[in-house]
């Protein structure tokens, strides 16, 4: 470790002339190179490799769908260490990534992370959404990149007929291989259902009271799910046109009347609540950031985990940094790649 109180006025010289002859490089103390303001920097994770019994060919491929938020990237790349450290069969895993922006050195900072891994980051345009969005309880809410997974199935490339689609605030504690190979049973989406959840909240007073809005629930026994994990055949989602679908919902929030209050989850619900493939709870323990008002500290749900979800306004790394963790953020510490400035001299 170096300790600049203890460090002889010969070094210090030495330094700083090291630093006159080369002012744009940083010296190695570690690391090559200093962040930048914009990007946090984190540790290079670990090669996980396959295990004998791990298929190559393209049908073992298990296809994994997250945005890319600077705001939540520390949350990604615990998410992304999380499946790989858990999977029989990490290398099978592929990744496609969606940024709102063209940025190689988002591409290379994930790069230098994860040396290995099998990724692709697509370009998604905002525009395409962004005189939709109507204004939530939440500003966070309300960010153009918190409806790509909407329009997913038109980002990513045609010959992807199937992906999990997972939110950057959680950490997979087991196989995701076992979510992949859930049995969709010819439905679009495949998650978690919450049916003792009071559902009538998740919609206005002016939705209820019109009898032709409501209407769409008619024959469906709708229950919540959350939208922050979900397997989806996005093959099914292009020919029978759900997007349009979702739109048709957003467009009468924004034009005609306020019928809900939270960003992208109830137009997916008013398409598809009642009528996607229910999976074990235990794939979407979600709740863990606390409500979108407060994020207070919420424990854990009875029952088996595979996956931890710190939905809500609480985020894990934002309460572990303000020392003022809630104890189910321990449970998030260990997979966090995050690198602060102090290792810089303390490697």
Known sequence: MVS???????????????????????????????????????????AFR?????????????????????????????????????????ENLAFYFLSAHDSPELFSRIKSTFPYLNMKIFRFDSNRVRGKISKSIRQ???????????????TIPEDVQRVIYLDSDLVVVDDIAKLWGVDMEGKVVAAP??????????????????????????GRNPC???????????????KERYTEKVEEWMAVQKQTKRIY????????????????????????QHGLGGDNFEGKC???????ISLLHWSGKGKPWLRLDSRKPC????????YDLYRSSRHFFEE
Request: contains cysteine.
């Open 4 to 46: 600049w109180s203890s460090t002889s006025p010969v070094l210090l010289g030495l330094l700083s002339f090291l630093l006159l002859l080369q002012p744009l490089s940083a010296i190695r103390l570690g690391l090559v190179r200093r962040p930048s303001p914009e990007l946090p920097l984190f540790r290079e994770a670990p």
């Open 50 to 90: 396959n295990g004998e019994e791990c298929g190559s060919t393209e049908a073992d491929r298990i296809n994994v769908a997250m945005t890319l938020d600077v705001n939540y990237l520390r949350g990604t790349m615990a998410a992304v260490l999380s499946m790989l450290q858990h999977s029989t069969c990490p």
């Open 140 to 154: 966070a809410l309300d960010q153009p990149l918190n409806f790509a997974r909407m329009y997913l199935a038109d």
């Open 193 to 218: 259902e919450y049916c003792h959840a009071n559902f009538t909240l998740y919609f206005t007073e002016q939705f209820w009271s019109d009898s032709v809005l409501s209407e769409t629930f008619r």
């Open 224 to 238: 919540y799910f959350n939208t922050g994990v979900m397997v989806m055949d996005v093959d099914k989602w292009r």
């Open 261 to 284: 209050h939270l960003g992208s989850l109830p137009p997916f619900l008013l398409v598809l609540a009642g009528n996607i493939k229910a999976v074990d709870h235990r794939w979407n």
């Open 298 to 304: 919420r424990s854990l749900h009875p029952g088996p």
């Open 327 to 334: 104890i189910v953020d321990h449970l998030w510490a260990p």
